[in-house]
């Protein structure tokens, strides 16, 4: 999923570069969402490891 983040944020950038600001600003706001995805999926799995350890 960081990898599709990752994606959007150069194709973002790229878009930005070139002057299409609307794709520019659409994949920013999905990279922003499954950058927020990843971070929730990832506290959640640190979270679940600790409490299987005990």
Sequence with gaps: M???TVVFL???LIAGLLGFTGIAAGAVEIA???FFVFLV???V????GFRGRK
């Design 41 to 43: 999926l990832f506290i």
């Design 2 to 4: 960081l990898y599709y």
């Design 10 to 12: 150069i194709i973002a």
């Design 32 to 34: 922003k969402i499954l």
């Design 45 to 48: 799995s640190l979270v679940m």
